[in-house]
């Protein structure tokens, strides 16, 4: 696959829905990047600049990836509450050279949702389902060499989405209480559409998410 690439881009719906064809995933408001890990790592952002030097931790963490694999997902910097908090990922992304304490103050997570490669097999062609258990191997067969764990998946900032079959209404109610950004929603039969907008996954939007400040 060639690098970089624009990622798929989302529709849109005015309300949740529940249905069996969908998966349902929280929407993070952050800033979308996809990893290319091949033993070096780089990420680049959706206009296709490259942010390896911005989110060295991010990158330093996937290498712990031992196939070789693209990645799509949301860089993310958690406030105290641990919520997505975008004004403070904004101080790192627009820093071209971040320092240690930058970092240790802001720390980010990368939250993946889709693999889009491994081992040089291009997957966009193949469904959402079966690149989603696709991905879950990929972490599932990815350790620490120190034998701890600090998410259960294996990677110290690096995070694998929830995903939430058929029920987009409940997760949106969670979502608006919760004051999250909203959610999505993927068609478990759609294929992956490089740089471009389809209805295979939708973002329905909680009305009422104001970004902490």
Known sequence: MR???????????????????YAFELKFDGVRMLAYCSGEVRLFNRRCHERTHVYTE???????????????GEIIAPNADGRPDF?????????ADPSERLR????????????LETDGQNLTALAYRER????EELFAATGRSDGTESNGTGFACVDLTDVFPASGEALFQAACRENLEGIVAKRWDGEYRIGRRSDAWIKIK?????RPK
């Not at 529709?11 to 249905?19: G, I, L, T």
Request: hydrophobic share 40%.
């Open 3 to 21: 690098m970089p690439i624009e990622p798929m881009l989302l529709a849109r719906a005015p309300k949740p829905f529940d249905s069996p064809d």
């Open 58 to 72: 991010v990158a330093a963490d996937l290498r712990r990836i031992q196939r070789g694999a693209v990645l799509d």
């Open 87 to 95: 004004y403070r990922l904004l101080k790192r992304d627009r820093t």
């Open 104 to 115: 240790r103050s802001i720390p980010v997570r990368y939250m993946v949702f889709d693999v």
């Open 132 to 135: 989603r258990g696709l991905l």
């Open 206 to 210: 909680n009305p009422t998410y104001t």
